[in-house]
């Protein structure tokens, strides 16, 4: 195919997606009933979680670590689900009733570095809005998606199941090795020393960074070439954990801390 036709492909596809996820409730019974099948494994996450560490970390696993064949977009290699980050209760019901042996792997990470993620992220299309202002809408769940605190309690309050392992972001910059061997044991998969040692190093900031198979190069790419999107940064961007600790101000602080209370208590 010519590079215009994948172009114009990739393009329809991406208009459809957002489409689809605007009107969302069109399809909603669509997905509550989709089949799922035994060998299927869902990441599951908020944006910016670490959606796409978490997926090349779990299609490595489940695939015996071939890197060869890893150097495909992960698009391709590990579809979303029409682009949407569901919450648990719009996950397919067999899902949902664990009744396959299908596997969720939810990622959660401090809402307050989610939330400075998610501004940088949006700045990649141009929105130069005003931080403390973005915040806000976060806060109110104003975002795509909603709120944090809905979509996160959907899951965490699944944690018993046994059909569910949730990964926290920060103990995968702190002891990846570990977080690997968790979820290949939760995935009945074992890695050799070899294919450890293979997968932290693909999974490494520096590697993802600069792997346009993780990237978004390859999508952003031909958007930015045909002057549809200016990026102007990366979207695997810092990966640092407490990062709002420099971000943030005292007043922002406060409104995440009493934030944060009210919607545990609630
Ligand atoms: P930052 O914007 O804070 O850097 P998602 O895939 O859900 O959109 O999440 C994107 C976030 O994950 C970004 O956070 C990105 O840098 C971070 N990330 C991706 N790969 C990473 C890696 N290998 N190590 C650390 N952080 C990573």
Not at 237 to 243: E, L, N
Request: with cysteine; proline share 2%; hydrophobic share 40%.
């Amino acid at each position: 195919k010519s590079e215009e036709t994948n172009f114009v492909e990739k393009l329809i596809n991406y208009v459809k997606c957002n489409i689809i996820s605007v009107n969302f409730h069109l399809i909603r019974n669509e997905i509550l009933n989709m089949e799922v099948r035994d060998d299927d494994i869902w990441v599951c996450s908020f944006p910016k979680l670490g959606t796409t560490w978490t997926q090349e970390m779990v299609w490595c696993i489940a695939n015996n670590v071939n890197l060869e064949a890893a150097k495909s977009d992960l698009n391709e290699r590990f579809p979303s689900l029409e682009k949407a980050h569901l919450p648990y209760n719009l996950l397919p019901i067999k899902l949902q009733q664990n009744v396959t042996n299908a596997k969720i792997v939810f990622v959660i990470r401090d809402p307050r570095d989610v939330c400075i993620s998610y501004f940088h992220f949006l700045k990649l299309f141009e929105n130069d809005g005003n931080f403390e202002e973005f915040c806000q809408m976060f806060l109110d769940g104003r975002l795509t998606y909603g709120s944090y605190w809905d979509h996160r309690l959907s899951y965490w309050n699944q944690r018993h199941s046994s059909n569910v392992l949730i990964l926290k972001f920060e103990d995968m910059k702190n002891d990846l090795k570990s977080v690997i061997h968790k979820t290949a044991n939760f995935l009945g998969k074992n890695l050799t020393d070899t294919e450890m040692k293979k997968v932290l190093d693909h999974l490494s900031f520096e590697r993802m960074k600069e792997n346009h198979a993780v990237n978004q190069r390859m999508s952003f790419g031909i958007l930015e070439k045909y002057d549809i999107i200016k990026t102007k940064g990366s979207f695997i961007r810092c990966g640092k954990v407490d990062q709002w600790k420099t971000v943030m101000n005292f007043e922002l602080e406060k409104k995440f801390e009493k934030w944060e209370k009210e919607n545990l208590r609630a």
